[in-house]
């Protein structure tokens, strides 16, 4: 088992939102962005017959979709040992070097991709 990762308080505000996104949908993921504005957008796992996003893929979408053109911090709760590719991607789209949080569902830290 990974050893927790301390986090500035920012970065446990989107840890919680990833969480709080998880818990209320009852998805596989739940992530959080905040993007170089300080705004905050969350979402969770979208597995429909027509659309499939991760959780990080569709947080990234709604920032763009608001207006984000960049982005500070990302974080994602999930049971898997690692954040997928595809969820990375989408991230480093909008910031090439904005840490990536991979959190457990009790919201520990576990580790962060820069």
């Known amino acids: 088992m990974a050893e927790p990762t301390?986090?500035?308080p920012e970065?446990?505000?989107?840890?919680?939102?990833?969480?709080?996104?998880?818990?209320?949908?009852?998805?596989?993921?739940?992530?959080?962005v905040r993007d170089t504005d300080g705004r905050t957008y969350a979402a969770c796992t979208v597995a429909l017959p027509?659309?499939?996003?991760?959780a990080l893929q569709a947080a990234v979408a709604a920032a763009v979709a608001?207006?984000?053109?960049?982005?500070e911090a990302a974080a994602v709760v999930?049971?898997?040992?690692?954040?997928?590719?595809?969820?990375?991607?989408?991230?480093?789209?909008?910031?090439?070097?904005a840490p990536v949080l991979?959190?457990?569902?009790?919201?520990t830290v576990l580790d962060v991709v820069s």
Do not use: C, N, P, Y
């Open 6 to 8: 301390a986090v500035d």
């Open 50 to 54: 027509s659309l499939r996003l991760t």
């Open 78 to 97: 999930t049971d898997a040992g690692e954040v997928d590719g595809e969820s990375l991607a989408a991230v480093r789209d909008l910031a090439q070097d």
């Open 66 to 71: 608001s207006g984000a053109e960049g982005l």
């Open 102 to 107: 991979r959190a457990d569902a009790a919201g």
């Open 11 to 32: 970065d446990a505000k989107i840890v919680t939102l990833a969480r709080s996104a998880r818990a209320r949908t009852g998805a596989a993921e739940g992530a959080a």
